[in-house]
């Protein structure tokens, strides 16, 4: 999979690209991700990408020129599935999300940042707009790290153990279980004995339960779905 993330600030980004399983996705060559500088896109000597909106609101806004420039440049080499542009009043991220867009081949992620990027990007060039929660932050760099992460763990060969993705939580739209490893007794708190039966069926049926009631308890939401 090829991920191309523009960004006004890709700095903050670089460093997450060499640690956990984004550096193991590299190094095994499933990911290929490369980060681009709005700024270079600039047309000014000042490399400015942002401008006062029409309207009189306050705050910032990136312009269209600079990310036409960075897309179109980036559509002479790629055909893309999807290009993404992380916003708080796009649709809410979930793992379903994730699952489809593991399936792609070439993405890009445009990371907004000011007050958010001019409209007419939003309309000719974006193809899905994506939040990662109801909330705002300063920058689409975290949630495009976030989208990443959840992306790239579900491709075959990141994570060595294939049930190890399936079996997290919301894969079934169910929290997962309680886990626990050695010891089987940590000061006076016991592992479940069930854990330690060997009994495959059992555990399966302990595991199933726990995440019913874990569910009921946290995320109600879930079950209704
Ligand atoms: N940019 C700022 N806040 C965001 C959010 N919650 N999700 C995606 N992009 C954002």
Redesign the pocket.
């Known amino acids: 999979m090829k991920i191309d993330i523009i960004s006004a600030v890709p700095e903050s980004i670089e460093e997450y690209l060499n640690h956990s399983i984004i550096k193991i996705a590299r190094e095994k060559g499933i990911l290929n991700v490369k980060l681009h500088n709005l700024h270079d896109f600039s047309t000014n000597k000042w490399r400015r990408i942002d401008d006062y909106p029409f309207g009189g609101e306050p705050g910032m806004i990136i312009q269209c020129e600079p990310v036409f420039s960075c897309i179109e440049k980036l559509q002479e080499q790629t055909t893309y599935d999807e290009i993404i542009y992380?916003?708080?009043d796009?649709e809410v991220f979930n793992q379903q999300i994730a699952n489809e867009l593991s399936l792609k081949n070439n993405l890009i992620l445009l990371a907004?940042h000011y007050k958010g990027i001019d409209q007419r990007v939003r309309d000719r060039l974006i193809t899905r707009e994506?939040?990662?929660?109801d909330?705002?932050?300063t920058?689409?760099e975290l949630?495009a790290l976030v989208l990443m992460d959840a992306i790239v763990r579900l491709l075959p060969g990141v994570i060595g153990d294939v049930g190890s993705a399936l079996n997290d939580s919301f894969q079934d739209d169910l929290l997962e279980s309680p886990i626990y490893t050695r010891p089987a007794i940590f000061r006076d708190m016991e592992v479940p004995k069930v854990l330690l039966s060997g009994n495959h069926k059992e555990i399966e049926e302990w595991k199933y339960t726990q995440s019913l009631e874990k569910t009921k308890k946290l995320r109600k939401d879930l079950l209704e779905k």
Do not use: R
């Open positions: 992380l916003t708080p796009g907004g994506i939040s990662i929660g909330y705002v932050l920058g689409g949630p």
